[in-house]
């Protein structure tokens, strides 16, 4: 049986083209976890990251299989990003100790509340200096959004945003950023293996009719 790929099965939610588009996202579940400060330099992010990757890939290696269970690819990393009282339009530089995040991955439909308190203590076990009590299990409705792939660095995201933006002025929306409705970043590509300026990101505002 092929492994489940959530990339490839919602395109329309991760593989998107370089020209804007309007999408409707449902309700998706993840673990999550917040925080403030430069994500280049911040412990708080780095230990976010391995969070939550450790509780994401414990639920899929561990061999006490939940009903439902399927073989998957672990989605990919996704961030909300916003500097407090102040609208989010790509330009970062010199501002990311300013930052308020979340940091989350999806989660296949088969983990529940308690999948995921079992993952937190396996981890606890194996890694007992990662403080897991800082991850959260969450539902997430993002609604109606405008959404675009950037392709470069997440310095240079700016340009970007700008054509997102107008394309959304463009069909009668605007954006309203409140609550965990803000600037989205979904991390397709790997920093550690692909080089700046072939970075995939997909970048998501949430949107209303104006």
């Not at 803000?182 to 991390?187: A, D, G, N, S, T």
Request: charged share 25%.
């Amino acid at each position: 049986m092929a492994t489940f790929d959530f990339k490839k099965e919602y395109k329309e939610l991760y593989l998107p083209k370089t020209k804007p588009m309007i999408i409707n996202v449902p309700s998706m579940q993840f673990i999550m976890i917040n925080g403030k400060g430069d994500p280049n330099v911040s412990p708080l992010y780095k230990e976010a990251v391995e969070i939550l990757y450790g509780l994401s890939y414990t639920i899929k290696m561990n061999k006490n299989r939940p009903e439902g269970y399927f073989e998957y690819v672990v989605p990919p990393l996704e961030g909300l990003w916003w500097f407090e009282n102040n609208f989010f339009d790509g330009t970062v530089i010199g501002r990311k100790h300013e930052f308020s995040w979340i940091m989350m991955i999806r989660q296949p439909d088969f983990v529940t509340p308690d999948v995921f308190e079992m993952a937190k203590q396996i981890l606890s076990r194996k890694k007992p200096k990662l403080d897991v009590s800082k991850a959260r299990f969450e539902n997430f409705t993002e609604g109606l959004c405008g959404q675009i792939m950037h392709i470069g660095s997440y310095d240079e995201e700016a340009p970007t945003v700008q054509v997102l933006e107008e394309f959304i002025n463009s069909e009668g929306y605007q954006t309203k950023m409140e609550g965990m409705r803000q600037h989205h970043e979904i991390y397709i590509g790997d920093p550690r293996k692909t080089a700046p300026e072939k970075l995939k990101t997909v970048i998501r505002h949430p949107i209303i009719k104006r």
